[in-house]
């Protein structure tokens, strides 16, 4: 038997702030998975709100409690675009809120760097964006998650690039 994780029993209420520690391979990942509901336990369920979210019908629950969380991945994708549109990913330039965007790019602190690049927020990333540091890459997706405004922030390892002073300035941010 294979199992990573076993007879995981866990709550969490509004407003919580969970930390999962672990070694690597010790199911960190997965675990997260299983709450944002991107793999379906083998057994138990997930329950959000007293509904379980597994086995509603048409998984119409499912897709509800997916649409309450940002998850800010140890690897950002970074689409080769500008730092507007990487902020507000998946909308149109037509419907990205710049105000928005300015305000999320502060608090994740990414704004000094976009501010000195040559065509500030229409600075144009590159493929996989290339032109930034993992720590930069970090940021952007903390600002998207930011920009998303969601119910739930998942944040897997999204700070392991940042220098000391940066991840502690950005968390603040976000427990505020």
């Known amino acids: 038997n294979n199992e990573i994780l076993k007879k995981i029993n866990l709550t969490i209420n509004k407003g919580d702030k969970v930390g999962i520690i672990g070694s690597t391979g010790s199911g960190k990942s997965t675990l997260l998975d299983i709450i944002m509901g991107l793999l379906t336990p083998l057994k138990g369920e997930i329950i959000v709100d007293g509904v379980n979210v597994i086995s509603s019908t048409k998984n119409s629950q499912m897709w509800k409690w997916r649409s309450c969380i940002s998850h800010v991945p ?39 760097l976009i501010l000195n690049s040559e065509k500030k927020y229409n600075t144009n990333l590159g493929e996989g964006g290339v032109k930034l540091s ?24 999204a700070t392991s690039a940042l220098d000391n002073k940066t991840e502690k300035d950005v968390m603040k941010t976000i427990k505020n």
């Open 74 to 112: 140890q690897n950002i994708f970074i689409a080769d675009a500008s730092f507007a549109e990487n902020i507000a990913f998946g909308l149109y330039e037509d419907q990205i809120d710049m105000e928005k965007v300015i305000e999320c790019a502060k608090k994740a602190r990414i704004q000094d």
């Open 134 to 157: 993992g720590g930069q890459k970090q940021r952007i997706g903390i600002a998207r998650a930011l920009y998303k405004n969601s119910q739930v922030l998942v944040l897997d390892e």
